[in-house]
């Protein structure tokens, strides 16, 4: 494939990040209050936010790393991403990463987004088990990952050096019967 397919759901389309998207990703990354628990630093400026979307194709192209843009369905707005990094094909798994801009929380976007992501992975392109990796204190993440299924594995401590900081990390896993078993329709099929 030549980019990422258009994701549907009810309130969202993930889609290809373009040129136009430079700004809004500018605005999603700069913000201290997004990237607090983000594994980079705020973005400084334009131009960094449009070394990132180079930098999001040159992964794509690897096919390591695929990350969408989080659009509201009727504007076409981008106010985040959602992201399938670390892809292995071999073994079939990769980790999610997701962010909104934080005037697009509390609305339940990351949770429809994150969802609609893990259909595409789990569904399309048949990976096994979805990781992720954060920080225990960032409680919306912790909360959206476990409404959707994903365990607590295991805590590695002090393992992240970010800003000035260290901090613990705790890995969360899903597996794809986990997905399958909460579908609506599980308790019909087995
Ligand atoms: C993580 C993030 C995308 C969640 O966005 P959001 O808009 O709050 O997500 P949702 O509206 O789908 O809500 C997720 C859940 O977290 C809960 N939540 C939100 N803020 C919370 C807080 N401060 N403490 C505890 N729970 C919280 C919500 O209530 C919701 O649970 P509910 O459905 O039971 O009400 C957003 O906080 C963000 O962009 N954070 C910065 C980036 C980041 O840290 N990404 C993850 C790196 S691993």
């Known amino acids: 494939m030549d980019r990422l397919p258009t994701l549907a759901s009810e309130r969202l389309r993930l889609r290809w990040l373009e040129e136009r998207d430079v700004d809004p990703l500018h605005q999603i ?3 201290p209050a997004v990237t607090r628990y983000w594994s980079a630093p705020p ?6 936010a449009r070394a990132l979307l180079q930098e999001i194709r040159d992964y794509f192209a690897r096919g390591t790393l695929y990350q969408w843009g989080i ?3 009727d504007t076409d707005q981008v106010i985040g991403t ?6 292995d094909r071999e073994h079939r798994r990769a980790e999610v990463g997701f962010a909104l801009a934080a005037s697009a929380w509390g609305q339940g976007y990351a949770t429809e987004a994150v969802a609609r992501l893990i259909e595409y992975a789990f569904d399309d392109m048949e990976l096994h088990r979805l990781g992720a990796d954060l920080d225990p204190r960032n409680a919306p ?5 476990e409404q959707l299924g994903f365990q607590r594995e295991g805590l590695l401590r002090e393992r992240y050096h970010l800003a000035g ?9 899903l597996l ?14 087995e």
Not at 43 to 48: E, F, G, K, N, Q
Not at 165 to 173: A, K, P, R, T, Y
């Open 141 to 145: 993440s912790l909360r959206l990952l």
């Open 71 to 73: 659009a509201l369905a």
């Open 29 to 31: 990354f700069a913000d």
């Open 43 to 48: 973005l400084a400026d334009l131009s960094a």
């Open 176 to 189: 794809r019967r986990e997905w399958a078993a909460r579908r609506p329709d599980a308790s019909r099929t």
């Open 165 to 173: 900081e260290i901090q613990d990390s705790l890995i969360m896993g």
């Open 82 to 87: 959602v992201t399938l990094a670390w892809i």
